[in-house]
């Protein structure tokens, strides 16, 4: 797959079976993630990779904990998320506000979320289908804890990987009239 179909025809797939990445595939996924634009070369990022049988209980066991914190219909959302996928990637933004010359929180957590759109990319690319999740999990206090957040961490998402169940369509032709201006 060229760059540009790569960019072109990436879509969110949420029926997300086995095969997930090996291990020198997901080296390669975290690799791609370490690449992006990073004013001042702050790493303001962390990846949590749940990929275990052990892992991927314990992810489970936290996302109960994060339902009966939300309420409503959030336990029967968990169980659908804790199930989603045989790997997950969660991307945990890091402002690093100290130093000489701090660079703005914004682009640091605008570099997380580039961090976690290469890490999709790079999963694609190797034959993975995925999906971005956030959501009411990234705000709860149990995941937040299970992630080792601190004060100013932001989780900035789920990465839920793994090999479609179905095949899913190409792009969407945006219909760009709206969105772009021309000076």
């Not at 914190?69 to 933004?93: S, Y």
Request: net charge negative.
């Amino acid at each position: 797959m060229n760059t540009l179909d790569l960019l072109t025809t990436r879509r969110s797939v949420r029926l997300l079976t086995e095969p997930a990445p090996d291990a020198a595939q997901l080296e390669t996924i975290l690799q791609a993630a370490t690449q992006v634009p990073d004013h001042g070369n702050l790493t303001p990022w962390h990846f949590v990779v749940i990929r275990s049988e052990e892992g991927r209980q314990k992810f489970r066991r936290v996302l109960a904990e994060c339902a009966a914190e939300i309420g409503g219909e959030a336990a029967r959302k968990a169980e659908v998320v804790g199930q989603m996928a045989p790997l997950v990637i969660g991307v945990v933004a890091k402002p690093k506000l100290e130093g000489a010359k701090p660079k703005p929180e914004w682009e640091q957590l605008l570099s997380a979320g580039c961090a976690a759109y290469a890490a999709q990319l790079a999963a694609k690319a190797q034959g993975f289908d995925n999906v971005w999740l956030t959501g009411l999990w990234v705000e709860s206090a149990a995941l937040r804890e299970a992630f080792g957040c601190d004060e100013r961490d932001k989780i900035v998402g789920l990465l839920m990987v793994g090999t479609a169940q179905k095949e899913t369509n190409g792009g969407k032709n945006t219909d760009l009239a709206g969105l772009v201006s021309y000076w």
